[in-house]
């Protein structure tokens, strides 16, 4: 099997922090993260810095990231304007988003689902830079509840320009059968199929595993188990990056990441927050230990 780990942290991770990092700090996490080995860091958003003060200054992060050749870099879009400024800078990948339902469009990004939809489609059409399309709350919303597989597949047929489909439970609501039943769904319209997982109720590294199985080929997670949707009430963070390659390691999965460096990113990452984070195998170690 082989898989490319995309570490959200940057984005995902820090935009449901209390506190502010300025963009040198941020971008010093990106670089981090690359010199673990990273194959692709998502390292901003370009959204509005009034709804997310957290994301406020992406162009400044993009500009202060020590780039290396191996590792892909991304930022994530709503619209036009996100997409558009996005396209000013240097990043590599443009990762543009909607919602699986009316109600998370219009709170997430003041549209409707099929407003949104329109919106995606001609980003991705347009867009000269590898595009992926992620589906939020494709497992479950937190004002409609279950969201119709159905849906998240026909969304994703008439979007199918982007490059790849990554499926995100965005409130961490999913369980391995569904998950592995939507990836194969929506793989076979022929695109690569990626997964996105909240561990808010414990099912996170369970969900990865099962996507992997179905024949996903891009797991998100977020370094020492930050995240959340400031837009998702109870949204929490999402796998955390140094567990997933533990894992994923141990079964014999080749990430080509260093988890003792991506170790010690979330130890200076605790540091830089002042408190303890989610994740889990920075704090124990790997097994068997280094010698």
């Not at 692709?40 to 290396?68: C, K, N, T, W, Y």
């Not at 991705?124 to 497992?139: C, G, H, K, Y």
């Not at 965005?170 to 569904?178: C, N, S």
């Amino acid at each position: 099997m082989a898989v490319v780990v995309c570490d959200v942290g940057p984005r995902d991770g820090l935009q449901n922090e209390r506190d502010v990092l300025e963009p040198p700090v941020r971008a010093e996490l990106v670089d981090r993260l690359a010199a673990a080995g990273l194959p692709r860091v998502e390292a901003a958003s370009f959204v509005d810095a009034a709804r997310v003060p957290q994301m406020a200054g992406a162009e400044d992060v993009v500009e202060q990231i020590q780039r290396r050749p191996e590792t892909e870099y991304s930022g994530l879009v709503l619209n036009r304007r996100g997409y558009e400024r996005l396209c000013a800078t240097t990043l590599d990948r443009v990762n543009v988003t909607l919602g699986a339902t009316e109600t998370f469009n219009r709170r997430n990004a003041n549209a409707s689902l099929e407003e949104a939809t329109e919106r995606v489609a001609e980003i991705v059409a347009a867009s000269e830079r590898p595009a992926t399309l992620t589906i939020s709350v494709a497992f479950g919303d937190p004002w409609e509840g279950e969201v119709d597989p159905d849906r998240v597949v026909e969304l994703a047929g008439r979007l199918d320009a982007a490059d790849e489909i990554v499926l995100a439970d965005t409130i961490g609501v999913a369980t391995p059968g569904r998950v592995r039943r939507l990836v194969e769904r929506v793989r076979e319209l022929g695109k690569p199929v990626g997964g996105h997982f909240h561990n808010t109720r414990n099912t996170g590294f369970a969900n990865a595993w099962a996507a992997l199985g179905a024949g996903a080929t891009v797991l998100d997670a977020a370094v020492g188990g930050l995240g959340g949707c400031p837009f998702a009430p109870k949204a929490t963070g999402n796998i955390a990056t140094e567990d997933l390659v533990y894992l994923l390691e141990r079964e014999g999965v080749d990430t080509g990441i260093d988890l003792g460096a991506l170790a010690a990113v979330s130890e200076w990452l605790e540091q830089v927050l002042g408190r303890q984070l989610p994740g889990q195998v920075y704090r124990a170690g790997a097994f068997p230990a280094a010698v």
